[in-house]
């Protein structure tokens, strides 16, 4: 079945890096874009940037876009989010997504927590 | 951006209802719009894609409609676990973005 496993919760201090990784299996990895969506404590959500693990294209939202890297390794099946230049409004939970008309699967959430 | 506005952005039924969320673009979509559903501390579950195809074991009380740029979440005979919170997305084009989302409370 397909699943996607991620890595576990982060502290960070302002102005650090976090990279989450998102192990995929049961299907092809390649097949499939993976999105990555944060989830801030009590709010709604928000679509970070997205990867093609067969091409290389991925897109990035405007407001992440000079802090954030998406990254895959096709032998490992897995995808890598990276952000830098956290914080403290960068503290959510930080899903990685299948795209299959939506995103059918979902990672179950890395919480990244950015706090002095 | 396409901006997406969800309505109400809660409301209170009792099982057995039948309760509507709407969802509105600020411009044409066409029919690439989903609808998930999440539960406390726990990922999303898409449930309806293409404004109107049920995902896969979906339950059929969960309808979607919709063309453009108004869409319809329909929810008949609301059981105990389908409180939760509703999110509409458009998949149009990027940055993918998602209403604000509907919270479902039992009354």
């Known amino acids: 079945q397909v699943q996607l496993v991620q890595s576990g919760a982060e502290v960070k201090k302002p102005g650090a890096s976090v990279r989450v990784s998102c192990k995929a299996s049961?299907?092809?990895?390649?097949?499939?874009?993976i999105n990555w969506v944060r989830q801030a404590p009590g709010q709604g959500l928000e679509w970070v940037g997205w990867v093609n693990p067969q091409n290389g294209d991925r897109g990035y939202a405007q407001k992440f876009q000079d802090r954030v890297t998406m990254t895959w390794n096709t032998a490992m099946s897995t995808a890598y989010m990276e952000l830098s230049g956290l914080r403290s409004e960068d503290t959510a939970v930080y899903f990685c997504g299948r795209a299959n008309w939506g995103i059918d699967y979902w990672g179950q959430g890395t919480l990244v927590t950015v706090s002095s | 951006d396409i901006q997406m506005t969800q309505s109400p952005s809660s409301l209170s039924a009792s099982v057995g209802d039948t309760v509507t969320i709407t969802c509105r673009a600020s411009q044409s979509i066409s029919t690439y719009l989903i609808w998930y559903q999440q539960k406390p501390g726990k990922a999303p579950n898409l449930l309806i894609y293409a404004a109107t195809s049920l995902q896969i074991g979906v339950p059929s009380r969960f309808s979607g409609s919709g063309f453009g740029t108004d869409f319809t979440l329909t929810i008949t005979n609301l059981q105990p676990e389908d409180f939760a919170i509703y999110y509409c997305?458009?998949?149009?084009?990027?940055?993918?973005?998602f209403g604000g989302g509907t919270k479902v409370e039992i009354k």
């Open positions: 997305q458009q998949a149009y084009r990027t940055p993918l973005t």
């Open positions: 049961g299907y092809t990895f390649t097949s499939h874009h």
